[in-house]
């Protein structure tokens, strides 16, 4: 199974086209407010990690997730 950082590299392999010129991508980057994703970019990003990781992600999980950090922790107790 995954853990956090193999979650933490994917994600920001897939994040990577939407960050803005200048902008690094870490931890605490803010997936709306930081990197400017649309909603539609945000489901892109869940379906592509769930096609990675053959995994299902429930949306009811997304209203808490803001950072790059917290998509990652919410993965990672998905799959414990």
Not at 7 to 24: D, M, N, S, T, Y
Request: aromatic content about 6%; overall charge negative.
């Amino acid at each position: 199974m995954p853990d956090y950082n193999e979650f933490l590299a994917r994600i920001f392999e897939v994040l990577k086209p939407f960050a803005k010129q200048g902008v690094i991508l870490n931890e605490q980057s803010e997936l709306v407010t930081e990197l400017g994703l649309t909603s539609l970019q945000v489901m892109e990003l869940i379906e592509q990690l769930e096609d990675h990781f053959d995994m299902s992600i429930p949306l009811n999980i997304l209203p808490d997730i803001r950072t790059v950090h917290d998509l990652a922790t919410a993965l990672e107790k998905l799959t414990a």
